[in-house]
Each structure stands twice: as structure tokens, then as C-alpha cells.
């Protein structure tokens, strides 16, 4: 039988960046909670996934900001 994980206990804010930026030519900024294990990972993960939505493997993504969802949180809030 396969056990479903509880999504709450196994959350660690230490793999989740919050990275925001936009398609080139594109208007909108989008921002999006990624779990990587490196802010690299992360910006390289929110390139491939908005170039997935905008169906162009040749798309020019800009990443605005890039950070540890942790610190982003904590300048938010404050």
C-alpha cells in the first residue's frame, strides 16, 4: 500500500526559493515558490516551468529576484 506524505511535515523552507521575473516582451511579472536545492536550481527551474506555460522551449525568461522563501517572508512581513 502506498502511503500518501503529509505535505505540512514534510516541508522545509531551506529547498524553497521564491523567484519572480517575466517572459521577454511579455507585460506581467510572475512570481512562484520553487523547491530546489540551490538558488541556481531554483532560477533554472523557473525558467524551464514559464517556458513549459508559454509552449517555447526558445523563450528569453528574465529573473527579477531570486531568494530563500524564508528571508523573502521575513522582509515581507516586517
Known amino acids: 500500500m502506498i502511503k500518501k506524505a503529509d505535505p505540512i511535515a514534510n516541508f522545509n523552507p531551506e529547498i524553497i526559493y521564491l523567484v519572480s521575473g517575466r517572459v521577454s516582451g511579455e507585460d506581467d511579472d ?15 527551474k523557473f525558467t524551464q516551468e514559464l517556458q513549459r506555460i508559454w509552449d517555447d522551449s526558445s523563450a528569453t525568461v528574465l529573473v527579477i529576484s531570486s531568494q530563500h522563501f524564508s528571508t523573502a517572508f521575513t522582509q515581507r512581513v516586517r
Open 30 to 44: 510572475i512570481a512562484m515558490l520553487v523547491e530546489a536545492h540551490s538558488q541556481g536550481e531554483a532560477e533554472e
